[in-house]
């Protein structure tokens, strides 16, 4: 029987924990890579909190042992285990989901290649291990490995190099961008914004996230190319950056990521617990854009137990839509290619 989180508990955590079920069965055991940082110990946390999580095995090179002890001490019933750098395949034992997200964080004046190019090579190098082992789901969730854009098809050379590789089982989280959108949006029309959802399209760094405002009831309320929708559209392209300048080059966007990171962990749980129709934006291999060399792309996906299980179409977009779409793949290229070459390099 699954024990339920008290009232209180879930009253003072962030709204995530509101749609976690708790009428589910079945559980699962989730591993986070990097439980030590900034994103995985309040990601680590949340996950505590998630009613479908069994089990939590925290890694990281250092610190993971004391996250799990602090988390493990949360009233809810799943077991927290931490692990130090030697006990990498003990931490990876049994589980059906892997987070990553480790890295250094991205600092004022530091471009996303700076950051790609400090953090790629521990990335790649981290995973080999894990390559051969039977995982069933891996995702990259950390915006101080900017871009995911790079980093997914990273973590695909890795899996194809040991046999692994299954683009089902694959995901970058965008999950913050959508949440971005509708907070700004909500924040813009006055609106819960749990109630302004909106599309966001594309890749998950600067001009390659496309929100698609067009499509929301309450994003329709904003003219298309006038001064509010482009000012709208750059604070969501770019709203790392406000992050990384407020903290004054302590950190990057943390707390919301792990939010983010959470709200697709959850999604991902209910859909290998056996609910049907659950969607949710995520950055996988895809065909949509595949005849521009576009070979990964965010999107509406579509969860089963078994990982992916389709891929939405855009649907219509706008003109001004189009355009940023436009101006985004050609930079989405660009970082998927600097992904996929990098083991090589």
Avoid at 14 to 19: D, K, W
Avoid at 100 to 127: C, E, H, Q, W, Y
């Amino acid at each position: 029987m699954i024990a339920r989180p008290t009232a209180s508990l879930s009253r003072s955590l962030l709204p995530v924990l509101r749609s976690f079920s708790t009428s589910r069965t079945r559980q699962t055991k989730v591993a986070v890579l990097g439980a030590g940082g900034g994103i995985g110990q309040p990601l680590s946390l949340l996950l505590k909190a998630d009613p479908l999580v069994s089990s939590l095995s925290l890694y990281d090179i250092r610190g993971a042992p004391g996250v799990a002890a602090d988390v493990s001490h949360v009233d809810t019933a799943g077991e927290v285990n931490g692990y130090t750098p030697e006990k990498l395949g003990d931490a990876l034992q049994g589980t059906k989901i892997v987070v990553i997200p480790a890295g250094v964080p991205r600092k004022p004046g530091m471009t996303r290649d700076d950051l790609f190019n400090t953090n790629a090579l521990s990335f790649g190098t981290s995973l080999k291990p894990s390559a051969s082992t039977p995982l069933r789901h891996i995702f990259s969730s950390s915006p101080v490995r900017h871009p995911v854009n790079s980093t997914v098809p990273i973590v695909a050379e890795v899996l194809k190099k040991a046999g692994k590789f299954n683009p089902a089982k694959l995901y970058g989280i965008t999950t913050l961008d959508v949440v971005r959108a509708s907070r700004f949006l909500s924040t813009l029309k006055s609106t819960n914004p749990a109630d302004t959802t909106v599309t966001v399209v594309g890749g998950h760094s600067g001009i390659t996230i496309v929100p698609l405002l067009s499509q929301s009831a309450i994003g329709k309320g904003v003219v298309q190319g006038s001064p509010e929708w482009a000012e709208l559209v750059n604070r969501i392209q770019f709203g790392g950056d406000e992050v990384v300048k407020a903290k004054d080059g302590a950190g990057s966007a943390t707390l919301s990521m792990a939010y983010a990171a959470a709200k697709f962990t959850h999604a991902l749980l209910r859909a290998i617990g056996g609910e049907k129709g659950v969607i949710t934006p995520s950055f996988v291999k895809s065909p949509l854009y595949e005849s521009e060399g576009v070979t990964y792309f965010s999107s509406n996906v579509e969860l089963g137990p078994e990982g992916l299980t389709k891929i939405h179409p855009l649907g219509q977009l706008s003109v001004e839509e189009e355009k940023l779409l436009q101006a985004a793949l050609p930079e989405l290229k660009k970082n998927i290619e600097k992904g996929v070459n990098f083991l090589g390099a």
